[in-house]
């Protein structure tokens, strides 16, 4: 029964329990609009819009609407995350700090700005208390250099539109050279759709088991990830300390001097 609620990019994840369509997914999502409440609605395709506008109308929830009722006017890069300037129903805060990367995390920041204005009665927020609280947010396991020399990231990408967004991110944010990934995934995942987002800027990829009932097993990541990326680019590892270390011989073995080397570790 909150008084807001934020819906954030709708993609095709857990199928099994959602749908199997952003249609299916969205009525699902729907549900935690309330009525007469506020709704926070982020970037969506098309017929996840509708369906969200639909379920909207029919309990007479109040919309803000990305692009529509809020924005991010402007997003420079800094070291260790970017300066946003954000555009909200009550005021634009200008140059404000988030330490994260990737344009989402603009994005993200954004919505929350917008849900937080909302739930305090729709007015301007202080914006030194935005400072500081967008100055505070973390995201563990979210484009997170976990170590330099080389550089690696982790990234808990396991859906399709995941690793676009980390496609795009490490395009963005890292200028990587010579990248290799470390993969693992949950065997009723979207193998095949995650490893063709990100194979146009990885160099090589190393597969590797996972602790759990659900992982899919070695041989099958092994097949799918050469028919994507070809086997010569393709490693397997049974243990993920063993992966990483498979990955960074890798980036040592690159013979150009200039290179900036990088290993991705995404997945399940």
Do not use: C
């Amino acid at each position: 029964d909150g008084d807001v609620a934020v819906i954030m990019p709708i993609d095709l994840d857990h199928q099994k329990w959602l749908g199997s369509t952003v249609e299916e997914i969205a009525r699902e999502k729907a549900g935690i609009i309330k009525p007469h409440q506020t709704v926070v609605i982020a970037r969506q395709p098309g017929a996840a819009l509708e369906v969200l506008l639909e379920r909207a109308r029919e309990v007479d929830a109040v919309v803000r609407l990305e692009d529509v009722d809020f924005e991010v006017v402007d997003r420079q890069m800094g070291v260790g995350g970017q300066m946003v300037t954000i555009r909200t129903p009550a005021a634009v805060y200008e140059d404000v700090f988030v330490p994260l990367l990737g344009e989402h995390q603009a994005h993200n920041a954004a919505a929350a700005l917008t849900a937080t204005e909302a739930f305090m009665g729709g007015r301007e927020l202080d914006g030194r208390i935005v400072e500081e609280g967008l100055m505070k947010a973390t995201s563990p396991g979210r484009l997170q250099v976990v170590r330099t020399s080389p550089t690696v990231v982790v990234d808990a990408a396991h859906n399709p539109a995941g690793a676009r967004t980390l496609r795009d991110a490490l395009e963005e944010t890292f200028a990587f050279t010579h990248v290799v990934g470390v993969f693992s995934a949950m065997a009723d995942k979207d193998v095949e759709g995650m490893l063709s987002e990100v194979e146009p800027v990885l160099d090589h990829l190393v597969v590797t088991a996972m602790d759990s009932e659900r992982a899919m097993g070695v041989e099958d990541l092994r097949r799918i990830a050469e028919d994507v990326f070809g086997p010569d680019r393709v490693d397997v590892r049974e243990d993920l300390a063993d992966a990483v270390d498979r990955a960074v011989e890798l980036t040592e073995e690159t013979l150009d001097p200039s290179a900036t080397t990088g290993i991705v570790v995404f997945g399940s």
